[in-house]
Structures are given as C-alpha cells and as structure tokens.
C-alpha cells in the first residue's frame, strides 16, 4: 500500500514570510494528491488538490507542486497571515493515507 | 460543495456501555465512506472502509466486533464503539468522496466526534 511521509512536523514563521510543506509517496501509481488543513476541535478541510497530469496548481496564496519522477509534492503557502496557524496534512493514495501533518504556526 | 455531517460532535459515556457516531453525506451519495481516528497531536488513523450493502474492511490491528460499522444507505454510515473503555477516547472523524466525481475527488470529511469514556 501507500505510504506517506511529511516534513517537517512543525513549522514557524512571521506573519507575511512563506511556508513550505513537503510530501513524499512511495506508489507510483498514485495520481492525485490532496492538502487538508485541520483546525484545532474539527475535521480536515481541502485546500488545494492536485491531480499526475499537471506539476504545479495555485490558488491565490496556496499552490502545490508536483514531481512525479521523484515521487515528492509540496504545499506552498506565501504571505502568511495568523490565519493559517493550524495542521496541514497531505495525502495520496486511492484509499487516502495521511502524512504525519505539520503543525504550521504563523507569529503577528 | 459536497456536504458531510457527522453526530454527535461531542459525547461522553460510562465504561461499558456502546456509544453510536452517524455519518451523513447531505449532497452527494457515497458506496464508500471512511472512518479515521485520531489521537491528540497525531495524523488521521485509518481505522476501516465502510461499504454499503456490504461488510466493512478493517486495516490491520483494528477489532472488528469493537468497533461496528453500518452502511445502510448511500448517504448513512455509522461507527458504534462497543463496550467502550477508557482507552477508546478519541476524536473519530468520517469521511466520504463524491462519486459522481471520478474516483480521483477529494474525500470531504465531517468534523468529528470527541467521545470521552469514564
């Protein structure tokens, strides 16, 4: 089956600097890849997916890339607001295994 | 979007007794649903698939006579903890894909229940 590895487990930043989150999978034959955000309390909400066919995918302050060959995908968050203090979990497989998260926070 | 909603969000139960957690997919219909549980400052663990009409599977380690799985709609599954114990709180979520979708959509998931055993 699949298996995911996420890193780093925590992350800090200033208030406006950039985060980066890294994936790494071990099937091949996974072609669509997911970022949850989880608010303390609440469950995963989708914040941006991306699917084998394409490498990079962004949403205003949010994108993710995507290298097949290397078998890793990243989540990419810039100008970061304190709003995006939370954990953030990436996914892949057909049944959807998680990565370890990433306690991401944001310091005003 | 595709709507899951989850109850109860919080429940507390005596040991011994079986405390019952719904799953409703409000927009979409789901064959297959899925049941995480998570520990305190940890990842989504993947307990089982819940499929409709039919049994659910279990990933390893997960007893199967504990923790009771239903799928009897497209729209429904529940998780009933039985004769729970101290050791079984948690936060269980559940979570469901949009069919009408290819099989490569996202899993939207409910918010979760926080059950407590004392």
């Known amino acids: 089956g699949e298996n995911v590895e996420q890193h780093p487990s925590t992350l800090s930043v200033q208030e406006g600097d950039s985060a980066v989150i890294k994936c790494t999978y071990s099937d091949s034959a996974s072609n669509y890849f997911p970022w949850y955000k989880q608010e303390l309390g609440k469950g995963p909400q989708l914040i941006i997916d991306?699917?084998?066919?394409?490498g990079e995918k962004k949403d205003q302050r949010i994108a993710v890339t995507l290298n097949k060959t290397a078998k890793h995908f990243s989540l990419h968050i810039t100008e970061t607001q304190p709003e995006d203090s939370a954990v953030y979990f990436c996914a892949a497989g057909g049944d959807m295994r998680f990565g370890a998260g990433t306690r991401l926070t944001v310091k005003p | 979007g595709a709507v899951v909603s989850q109850h109860p969000s919080r429940v507390i139960c005596k040991s011994g007794t079986s405390v019952k957690i719904e799953c409703r997919s409000l927009?979409?219909?789901?064959?297959?649903m899925f049941w995480y549980r998570q520990f305190p400052k940890q990842s989504l663990m993947l307990m089982a698939t819940?499929?409709?009409?039919?049994?659910?599977?279990?990933e390893q380690g997960v007893e199967k006579d504990k923790f009771l799985i239903n799928h009897a709609s497209l729209t429904l599954s529940t998780l009933t903890v039985t004769s729970a114990h101290p050791e079984d709180s948690s936060f269980y979520i559940c979570s469901a894909r949009d069919e009408r979708r290819s099989w490569s959509s996202p899993l939207h998931f409910g918010n979760g229940t926080r059950l407590t055993v004392t």
């Open positions: 927009d979409f219909q789901a064959t297959t």
């Open positions: 991306i699917r084998s066919n394409v």
């Open positions: 819940s499929n409709e009409g039919s049994k659910a599977t279990y």
